[in-house]
C-alpha cells in the first residue's frame, strides 16, 4: 500500500479515476434531491489565474458538501466566449477570433482538470457555438415579438480617426486605445431591450433574495435601478412657444428655481440657441462636451454651461428664467431638462456661481446656511417651505403634495415615478458576437428571422475586414448583409450589428438543464427539475449588470409562458479578489502568481485549501500573506498520521478513546455549521484541530476504532477542500467506495457535553490550580474537591474564608482575609 505524500502521484490518478467513475455527471432521473450548483462561467482569455482558482474553489466546495449531504448535485461548467478580446487580437494581431478563443478554452479546460474540480463536463457549453448562439438568437426574437426588443437612435463613442465604434472599455481617459485619438459621441441607430417594463418588479421581487442574497449587492442593484416619486412638471418655452416636461423628485422646491438647463443632445437644444443667437457657440459647446464622458460629465468639479438666449416660464409663478445647456445634465436620466434650484442642489448651486445666477433659499433647513448671497453649500433636508406664496409654513412633504395636486388641476403637472435604470443597448458594432437576426426590408419593415433559418451563422474570419473603417465588420462583409425578405421574397439586408454579450450570459444557467436539446433552447421539465439555481457563486463585480440582466431575462421568458418562476439564483454567494501586497496583481506590476507553478511545487490541494483558509471567503486574499508551504506540511501530517494509525491499529480503544470521540463529534457539529455558512476558513481550522487531538491521542498509545473514526470523519469534512489528498488516505483506511460521495458525518448530541468540565480554582483572584469535576457538579461538591486539592489548601491556611465566588462548571474563588482582621 501507498504511504505519504506525493500529490504529482497522487492528484492525477484520483481524477482520472472520478472521470472514468463519471461521478460528477447528473442524473435528471436520480432519487436524490436535486440540488444545481452553479458558478458563473468565466471568460476564456489566457489561462486561469489566482482569481478564478479562489472562485472556483468556492463552487467547487459548495457542489462537493451537497453532494456528501446527499443530494444530486448538478454542477455544470461552460464558457462565456465571445467578447472583445478576440477580436482585438484579430485586429492587432491578425489572429482569428474563433481559434484564438477555443485555443484558450482548451488551456483552460486542462487547468481545470488539474485542480480537480467536479465539474459535469457532458453538459459543457460555449457561447460561441452556433449550437448555443441560435438559441441566443432565437431569445432575441421572442422579445422582439413581445415588443421588448426595439431600435432607436443613441450616442456612441464614436473615434474620428478610426472611423468605428469603441465599447466603454476600449475608451482610456477619454482616448482610444487603438490610436490615442480623442473619442467623441455619435448619434447611431442601435437595438435596445426593455428592462424598464420590468423596473418596479426587479425592485419588489428583492424581497425573496434578501435572505438569501449579499446586503451589498441587493443595495448596488436598488441603487442601479434607482426608483424616485416625484412630478412631472410643465415648463413653457417662451420665446419658441413650446412646452417642456421636467421629472423633479422636489416639486416643493419650485419657487426656489431660478434658472433652468438642458442637455447638450436634448433635440431641442440647437433649435433654441439658433432662435436665440447662440447656435455657433452652441456648436462648439457640443462638440467640446461631446469628448467627455459621462462620467466625467458627471464628477468634474468645474461645471460648463452656455445660454442659450431663451428663457423658461415657471408654472408656479409665471417667473422667466434663463435657459442653458450644461455639461452636467445628461438625456439619459428623466427628460434631459431640468430646473434647477441652485440654493437646495450643490450642482445647479456651483453653477448659479460660476455664472452669476440667483440663489432662493424656499427650505428652511434647520442648521443649514441660509444666506442666498455667501451660501456656499446647497441647504439639503428637511423643513417647512418658505419664499413659495400660499405654501409658505407647510411641511415640505405636504408641500410636495400640494402643490403636485394644484398643478395637476391646471394640467401643468402630475404625480410620476421615475427610473434611474435606462433600457438595455445590446447592439455592438463587432464581429465576435451573435448577430442580431433581423432583416430590413424597404417593403416590409423590420423582420425577425424565422425559427427555421436560425442561426444566423457568423461568416469565416478570414472573409473579415478587421481593419477600422467604421460601422460594423459584418456590414464591410460581401456578402453576409445580403439576403431575401422571409415576408414579401423580394431584396432586404441583414442586420450587421452583434448583440452584447451579456444577453449571451443571461441564460446559460437554462441551457445548462438540456445543452444537448437541438429543437428547443431548453427542456422545460428539465429546468422545472433544476431550477430556480440553488446555490450560485461568483465575484461581486457582476453585482450589477449580469445578475440584473439575468434576472430581467428570467421575468421575460415567465411572462412569456417559458418559465414558472420569476427568480433564477436562490442563493448568491460572493467572493472576494486575490491580490499580492495589497494590489491587484497584473504583468506590468511583476506580481503574479501563476496557479500551474503553485500546483507543479506544492499540488491542487494545498492552492485549493490555503484560497480557502485565507480568511472569510467574501474577503480580499492577499497572497503575500497566506503560506502554501504550511498548508501543504498540514496535509503531509495529516497522510502521515494515517499511515502510522495503518500501520497499528486495534479494535479496542484505550483511556483516550473517550475523549477523542467527543471531539469529533463536537468538531462534526461545529464544522457542519461552517460549511452551511462558507466558513471554509474556520472549518478547516478546526479540522486542523481535530487533526491534533488525534494526534496526541496516538502518541498516548490509542489505536482503536475512536481514532478511526476520527480520521475518516476528519477525510470525508476536508474533501470538499482537498479532494484528492482526501480520497487517497480514505482508501488507505480500508474502504472501497469514494469519498466523495460518502455520506456526510453525523454527530450525538449527547456527545456534545463533556463528563467533566475542567473548572479553574481561585485564591483572591490569582489560580492556585484548575482540576478535572463532572459535568454539573454543585458548589459543595466543586468546594470540597478544591479544597482536597495541596495547591489550593496551602493558601487557605492560616486565613477566613468570606465569600465563595461561584461560575457553575467554570470557576470557582476563594475570597479570604487574615484571620482576626476586621
Known amino acids: 500500500m501507498a504511504t505519504g505524500y506525493d500529490p504529482q502521484e497522487i492528484e492525477p490518478r484520483w481524477q482520472q479515476a472520478w472521470d472514468q467513475a463519471g461521478l460528477f455527471i447528473a442524473d435528471d432521473r436520480s432519487d436524490k434531491p436535486p440540488f444545481y450548483a452553479l458558478h458563473m462561467f468565466p471568460y476564456p482569455s489566457g489561462d486561469i489565474h489566482m482569481g478564478h482558482v479562489e472562485a472556483f474553489s468556492l463552487a467547487d466546495a459548495v457542489a462537493r458538501y451537497q453532494r456528501l449531504r446527499g443530494f444530486e448535485v448538478m454542477n455544470p461548467i461552460g464558457w462565456d466566449s465571445f467578447g472583445l478580446p478576440a477580436e482585438n487580437a484579430a485586429i492587432q494581431r491578425g489572429a482569428d477570433p474563433k481559434e484564438w478563443t477555443y485555443r484558450n478554452i482548451e488551456t483552460h479546460r486542462q487547468t481545470m482538470f488539474r485542480l480537480g474540480f467536479s465539474w459535469d463536463w457532458s453538459r459543457r457549453l460555449h457561447t460561441s457555438d452556433p449550437e448555443y448562439y441560435k438559441w441566443t438568437q432565437w431569445l432575441f426574437v421572442q422579445l422582439f415579438k413581445a415588443g421588448w426588443a426595439y431600435r432607436k437612435d443613441a450616442q456612441v463613442n464614436w473615434c474620428p480617426k478610426d472611423q468605428t465604434v469603441l465599447a466603454n472599455e476600449q475608451v482610456i481617459n477619454g482616448l482610444c486605445e487603438r490610436c490615442d485619438t480623442p473619442v467623441t459621441k455619435k448619434a447611431l441607430t442601435q437595438w435596445f431591450l426593455k428592462i424598464t417594463a420590468f423596473a418596479q418588479r426587479l425592485l419588489d421581487d428583492m424581497q425573496q433574495l434578501e435572505p438569501t442574497w449579499p446586503d451589498r449587492v441587493l443595495t448596488l442593484q436598488r441603487n442601479w435601478i434607482g426608483r424616485s416619486e416625484g412630478a412631472e412638471v410643465t415648463f413653457r418655452i417662451d420665446e419658441a412657444d413650446e412646452d417642456v416636461v421636467v421629472y423633479t423628485t422636489r416639486p416643493d422646491t419650485l419657487y426656489g428655481a431660478t434658472f433652468f438647463v438642458v442637455a447638450p443632445e436634448h433635440p431641442s437644444a440647437r433649435r433654441w440657441a439658433e432662435l436665440g443667437g447662440f447656435a455657433d457657440e452652441f456648436d462648439t459647446f457640443l462638440s ?156 416590409c419593415g423590420t423582420v425577425p428571422v424565422p425559427d427555421e433559418d436560425l442561426p444566423v451563422i457568423l461568416p469565416e474570419a478570414e472573409e473579415v475586414d478587421f481593419s477600422p473603417g467604421g460601422g460594423s465588420p459584418l456590414a464591410r462583409h460581401p456578402s453576409f448583409s445580403k439576403t431575401s425578405c422571409p415576408q414579401c421574397g423580394g431584396q432586404a439586408e441583414r442586420d ?79 467572493q472576494g479578489m486575490v491580490v499580492s501586497g495589497g494590489r491587484k496583481m497584473s504583468k506590468s506590476r511583476g506580481n503574479v502568481i501563476e496557479p500551474r507553478d503553485v500546483v507543479a511545487e506544492f499540488g491542487a490541494d494545498t492552492l485549493r485549501a490555503t484560497m480557502l483558509f485565507a480568511g472569510p471567503i467574501e474577503e480580499d486574499v492577499d497572497w503575500d500573506d497566506v503560506s502554501t508551504a504550511g498548508m501543504f506540511k498540514y496535509l503531509a501530517r495529516l497522510a502521515r498520521l494515517v499511515d502510522e494509525h495503518v500501520a497499528a491499529r486495534s479494535d479496542d480503544d484505550g483511556a483516550a478513546g473517550e475523549q477523542l470521540r467527543r471531539s469529533t463529534h463536537r468538531t462534526i457539529a461545529d464544522v457542519t455549521e461552517d460549511y452551511a455558512r462558507f466558513k471554509y476558513n474556520t472549518a478547516l481550522a478546526k479540522l486542523m484541530s481535530l487533526t491534533n487531538t488525534t494526534t496526541a491521542a496516538v502518541n498516548q498509545g490509542e489505536r482503536g476504532p475512536s481514532v478511526t473514526g476520527a480520521l475518516e470523519a476528519i477525510l470525508v469534512m476536508l474533501s470538499p477542500i482537498a479532494p484528492h489528498v482526501a480520497e487517497e488516505l480514505w482508501h488507505r483506511l480500508g474502504h472501497v467506495d469514494f469519498v466523495v460521495m460518502a455520506p456526510w458525518p453525523t454527530y450525538d448530541v449527547a456527545m456534545l457535553v463533556d463528563k467533566t468540565k475542567r473548572i479553574v480554582v481561585q485564591v483572591n483572584g490569582k489560580l492556585r490550580d484548575a482540576v478535572e469535576l463532572p459535568a454539573g457538579i454543585s458548589q459543595g461538591e466543586a468546594q470540597a474537591a478544591a479544597r482536597a486539592s495541596d495547591k489550593v489548601a496551602r493558601h487557605l491556611e492560616g486565613v477566613e474564608v468570606v465569600k465563595v465566588v461561584w461560575v457553575p462548571d467554570r470557576l470557582l474563588n476563594f475570597v479570604v482575609r487574615d484571620q482576626g482582621a476586621a
Request: glycine fraction near 6%; charge should be negative; charged fraction near 25%.
Open 288 to 443: 467640446d462636451v461631446q469628448r467627455m464622458t459621462d462620467v466625467e460629465r458627471q464628477t468634474e468639479e468645474d461645471k460648463r454651461g452656455l445660454f442659450l438666449g431663451v428663457h423658461a416660464v415657471n408654472p408656479v409663478n409665471g417667473e422667466r428664467m434663463p435657459v442653458y445647456t450644461a455639461d452636467y445634465v445628461l438625456m439619459d436620466y428623466g427628460t434631459g431638462a431640468i430646473m434647477c434650484v441652485p440654493a437646495h442642489d450643490q450642482r445647479d448651486l456651483d453653477f448659479a456661481r460660476t455664472y452669476d445666477l440667483p440663489v432662493r433659499v424656499v427650505v428652511d433647513v434647520e442648521g443649514a446656511d441660509l444666506d442666498e448671497s455667501t451660501m456656499t453649500k446647497a441647504a439639503i433636508g428637511e423643513g417647512p417651505v418658505v419664499n413659495s406664496g400660499p405654501y409658505d409654513g407647510l411641511a415640505w412633504q405636504e408641500a410636495k403634495r400640494r402643490i403636485t395636486q394644484d398643478l395637476a388641476a391646471k394640467g401643468l403637472g402630475k404625480p410620476a415615478v421615475n427610473f434611474r435604470i435606462r433600457d438595455w443597448l445590446v447592439s455592438r458594432q463587432r464581429f465576435w458576437g451573435p448577430p442580431i437576426p433581423i432583416i430590413h426590408c424597404e417593403q
Open 496 to 574: 450587421t450589428d452583434t448583440l452584447d454579450t451579456f444577453v449571451d450570459s443571461s441564460w446559460y444557467f437554462l441551457r445548462y438543464c438540456s445543452p444537448d436539446r437541438d429543437d428547443v433552447a431548453f427542456d422545460a421539465d428539465a429546468v422545472r427539475h433544476w431550477m430556480p439555481v440553488d446555490q450560485y457563486t461568483g465575484g461581486v463585480e457582476h453585482a450589477i449588470l449580469h445578475l440584473l440582466y439575468a434576472r430581467f431575462f428570467t421575468k421575460a421568458l415567465h411572462d412569456l409562458g417559458y418559465l414558472d418562476f420569476t427568480e433564477p439564483f436562490t442563493r448568491l454567494k460572493s
